[in-house]
């Protein structure tokens, strides 16, 4: 079966703009979470998705939001970008409490 | 709260067996999970444990789970050049407000031939 899919795979981005980040997961799966991982905090949780409502938020700004459609497919947003937002963003999907999470490529975003 | 945290190296020998210990403090943590990430990659999920349990094999993963101590460690037998890698090791936590991960920050394994 298909695996998690995040697109666009990189991404270049000014200061000052946003930018939105896809994540389509595995088929069937209804839980979407989102993870920032940068080489000085690691990887760190976003928030959870489940059934399109946002069930559980990470300790972020409120420049970073997120949603997620009927379909499960998820989107997150990071406005008014700072050089500091620049890292590997990943999606993960899980069907239910009782199993793994599944985790995407990633979306690299550098902010110049 | 969550923390998790693990050894930042270590190097092996082609062949010999590997081991990469985890501490975590949740004691409400419900799953334990092993992720390898190759460089450039994403996550790759290579096992996961429950917390009632204290031992699971998968192939030449070996997971065992000290609960009292709240130490988690990954065995992998035969190790081969391919399992040079980052090994993340993350508690689930389940709570009213939702599921989450929490990661440690990562053991880069070097395979020396």
């Known amino acids: 079966k298909a695996g998690v899919t995040q697109t666009p795979r990189y991404l270049i981005k000014t200061r000052g703009q946003q930018v939105t980040l896809s994540c389509s997961p595995i088929?069937?799966?209804?839980?979407v979470s989102w993870y920032q991982q940068t080489p000085g905090q690691g990887l760190q949780f976003l928030f959870e998705?489940?059934?399109?409502?946002?069930?559980n938020k990470g300790n972020f700004p409120g420049r970073f939001s997120g949603r997620q459609f009927s379909n499960s497919r998820s989107e997150m947003n990071v406005s008014t970008l700072e050089l500091g937002d620049s890292a590997l963003y990943l999606c993960?999907?899980?069907?239910?409490?009782?199993?793994?999470?599944?985790f995407g490529s990633g979306t690299r975003l550098t902010v110049v | 709260g969550e923390d998790v945290e693990q050894s930042l190296f270590l190097s092996v020998r082609e062949g010999d067996s590997s081991v990469i210990n985890c501490t975590y403090t949740d004691s409400s943590s419900t799953y334990l999970y092993w992720y390898k990430q190759e460089p450039g990659a994403g996550l790759q999920l290579l096992t996961y444990?429950?917390?009632?349990?204290d031992m699971k094999q998968d192939q030449r993963l070996t997971v065992l789970l000290n609960k009292k101590d709240k130490h988690l460690s990954l065995r992998i037998a035969d190790t081969q050049t391919g399992d040079s890698a980052i090994y993340f090791c993350a508690e689930r936590t389940v709570k009213a407000a939702g599921n989450k991960l929490t990661f440690g920050g990562g053991t880069r394994v070097l395979v020396k031939p």
């Open positions: 088929s069937g799966h209804r839980s």
């Open positions: 998705y489940f059934s399109e409502t946002q069930r």
């Open positions: 993960a999907s899980t069907p239910d409490q009782s199993e793994g999470y599944t």
């Open positions: 444990i429950f917390s009632n349990m």
